[in-house]
């Protein structure tokens, strides 16, 4: 299950943010989770609850903003979006296509009671 490793990197990242704010209570994790970034929100959901179980953070909670995966086609300039990750223009078929969103896998905001 690699979602648990990456959750485990996410929470580095909340560890240093969290440094500057020592005291303060972690109430809420924004994360930006690209559908074509591989990971499962739900089993990531899941590995954070294990994670955060008994630690620092426990009580916090992980709010995943779901991004669909959306690109454009070089050869027509159509933009879609991917319902799964799929190469290929719907409307030409040409697979020369951008990919302009849908990789993120980033924390992006965290809120904290202080
Ligand atoms: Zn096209």
Do not use: W
């Amino acid at each position: 299950m690699h979602e648990l490793s990456i959750c485990q990197s996410m929470l580095r990242v909340v560890d240093g943010a969290m440094k500057a704010h020592e005291g303060s209570k972690l109430l809420r994790i924004f994360a930006d989770v690209g559908r074509g970034s591989t990971v499962e929100p739900q089993l990531l959901r899941e590995a954070f609850d294990v994670l955060v179980t008994g630690g620092p953070y426990e009580g916090a909670e992980l709010v995943i903003n779901d991004i669909p995966l959306a690109g454009r086609c070089r050869s027509c300039g159509r933009a879609f979006e991917y319902r799964e990750i799929a190469l290929g223009c719907p409307a030409c078929g040409s697979a020369s296509v951008d990919i302009e969103s849908g990789l993120e896998l980033s924390v992006r905001e965290l809120e904290i009671d202080d």
